[in-house]
């Protein structure tokens, strides 16, 4: 794992996973540890993820902090000079501009740490989180627990039948499974969609 340190020196870190592993609770574990170091941090999420809050950022098992809801990731450049570390959450919801201000903000020597989904509900890399884990200093990846079978599971099995890119939801809209089980439910819900044609066309 990346050696926590506080130098002043700018660097991005990147906290990744699936739904349910933990990427907001890490986010938060170092956060709170900068804050003890005495550190100036302010945090950012998108204003598009209310789920359990306007304005903090909380995780599922409703650890929390305060937080300034953006819907433009250029509004994280106006923190003042005395901020020392700068804290993203939900960074898929995001756009590629992103990418761009995290670099400007670690190249004026300050600490970014980014957390986001890696992979959207169909298993594809998801909005600016490819390339943020490609100019990171640091990148870890979390992982939840296949709820199927109990192996480490790195992907986020949509459960509804919504098509939207975006979805946002906790366990009743989705479920963490590993590649076996995640492959073998997406086979399942594409054969549903196949079989209603099927009959239609006789």
Same mark, same amino acid.
């Given at each position: 794992?990346? +050696?926590?340190?506080? $130098?002043?020196?700018?660097?991005?870190?990147?906290?990744?996973?699936?739904?349910?592993?933990?990427?907001?609770? @890490? *986010?938060?574990?170092? !956060?709170?540890?900068?804050?003890?170091? $005495?550190? $100036?941090?302010?945090?950012?999420?998108?204003?598009?993820?209310?789920?359990? +809050?306007? =304005?903090?950022? /909380?995780?599922?098992?409703?650890?929390?902090?305060?937080?300034?809801?953006?819907?433009?990731?250029? @509004?994280?450049? $106006?923190?003042?000079?005395?901020?020392? /570390?700068?804290?993203?959450?939900?960074?898929?919801?995001?756009?590629?501009? *992103? =990418?761009? /201000?995290?670099?400007?903000?670690?190249?004026? %020597?300050?600490?970014?740490?980014?957390?986001?989904?890696?992979?959207?509900?169909? %298993?594809?890399?998801? %909005?600016?989180?490819?390339?943020?884990?490609?100019?990171?200093?640091?990148?870890?990846? =979390?992982?939840?627990?296949? /709820?199927?079978?109990?192996? !480490?599971? &790195?992907?986020?099995?949509?459960?509804?039948?919504? @098509?939207? *890119?975006? *979805? !946002? %939801?906790?366990? &009743?809209?989705?479920?963490?499974?590993?590649?076996?089980?995640?492959?073998?439910?997406?086979?399942?819900? @594409?054969?549903?969609?196949?079989?209603?044609? !099927?009959?239609?066309?006789?």
């Amino acid at each position: 794992m990346f +050696s926590e340190n506080y $130098k002043k020196t700018g660097c991005i870190e990147v906290v990744c996973g699936s739904m349910f592993s933990g990427k907001t609770e @890490e *986010l938060l574990r170092r !956060l709170k540890r900068a804050q003890f170091a $005495k550190q $100036k941090i302010v945090i950012f999420k998108p204003t598009i993820d209310n789920r359990y +809050s306007d =304005v903090e950022v /909380v995780s599922h098992d409703f650890h929390k902090i305060t937080s300034t809801p953006i819907s433009d990731p250029a @509004e994280m450049l $106006k923190v003042g000079p005395d901020v020392q /570390v700068v804290g993203v959450d939900e960074a898929q919801f995001f756009d590629e501009s *992103l =990418v761009d /201000v995290c670099q400007q903000l670690a190249n004026r %020597g300050i600490r970014v740490i980014v957390a986001g989904l890696d992979t959207d509900f169909l %298993g594809q890399p998801f %909005g600016p989180m490819p390339r943020l884990m490609a100019v990171a200093e640091d990148v870890q990846k =979390v992982h939840a627990i296949c /709820v199927r079978c109990g192996a !480490l599971a &790195n992907h986020s099995h949509r459960l509804s039948k919504s @098509e939207d *890119l975006v *979805l !946002l %939801g906790e366990k &009743n809209v989705y479920e963490p499974l590993c590649r076996d089980c995640y492959n073998a439910a997406r086979a399942r819900e @594409e054969q549903e969609k196949s079989t209603p044609r !099927l009959f239609e066309d006789q």
